[in-house]
T-cell receptor, first 115, second 112 residues
Framework: DGGITQSPKYLFRKEGQNVTLSCEQN?????MYWYRQDPGQGLRLIYY???????QKGDIAEGYSVSREKKESFPLTVTSAQKNPTAFYLC??????????????FGPGTRLTVL | GDSVTQMEGPVTLSEEAFLTINCTYT??????LFWYVQYPGEGLQLLLK?????DKGSNKGFEATYRKETTSFHLEKGSVQVSDSAVYFC???????????FGKGITLSVRP
């Protein structure tokens, strides 16, 4: 089955530790995205990548980093510089700019709790 | 910049009631419009979409029509079920980029 996988589903970390969230897709999509979801605030874009080895900051990139070494993988690192990292993190992918207006497909999410 | 405004929630309805969730947008050019649904503890699923003016998207009994004159994309369903209880997000993509702009989402609860 084609789709997007995120792991783990729940993640607990101590304050001050970096943590990396996994996102993998087998849809052969060029574009991938990371969002953060907080209660009552909808989704906010952290980083996105339109093509391998390239990525851009979204609206709330501070305290996060990404890499895009392979087309199917787009891991997100939440660093100790992120002041309030506890949230639900969603990864998405799309065909990208090749088809303008193409929809994004979402993974099941990772709930990160920093203790 | 682009923006999406959804009506304030939450919304609570009885089973078989009629549903309308309002969504209006501001965007440059001619955006593509989407409704996504999120069930508790899960990611988002595309519910329906419309890519040009007067297009009607439909899926699972839900409908929304792209109204350019009123910059709206209201979601409707004639008879809701308990299983429709979820959070609903209106969103758009405009211009040459592929970034989604989301509304804040609205929680729908349907009681038996």
């Amino acid at each position: 089955d084609g789709g997007i996988t995120q792991s783990p589903k729940y993640l607990f970390r101590k304050e001050g530790q970096n943590v990396t969230l996994s996102c993998e897709q087998n849809l052969n999509h060029d574009a991938m995205y990371w969002y953060r979801q907080d209660p009552g605030q909808g989704l906010r874009l952290i980083y996105y990548s339109q093509i391998v080895n390239d990525f851009q900051k979204g609206d709330i990139a501070e305290g996060y980093s990404v890499s895009r070494e392979k087309k199917e993988s787009f891991p997100l690192t939440v660093t100790s510089a992120q002041k309030n990292p506890t949230a639900f993190y969603l990864c998405a992918s799309s065909i990208g700019t090749a088809i303008p207006g193409s929809e994004q497909f979402f993974g099941p999410g990772t709930r990160l709790t920093v203790l | 910049g682009d923006s999406v405004t959804q009506m304030e929630g939450p919304v609570t309805l009885s089973e078989e009631a009629f549903l309308t969730i309002n969504c209006t947008y501001t965007a440059t050019g001619y955006p593509s419009l989407f409704w996504y649904v999120q069930y508790p503890g899960e990611g988002l699923q595309l519910l329906l979409k419309a890519t040009k003016a007067d297009d009607k998207g439909s899926n699972k009994g839900f409908e929304a029509t792209y109204r350019k004159e009123t910059t709206s994309f209201h979601l409707e369903k004639g008879s809701v079920q308990v299983s429709d209880s979820a959070v609903y997000f209106c969103a758009l993509i405009s211009g040459a980029n592929s970034k989604l702009t989301f509304g804040k989402g609205i929680t729908l609860s349907v009681r038996p």
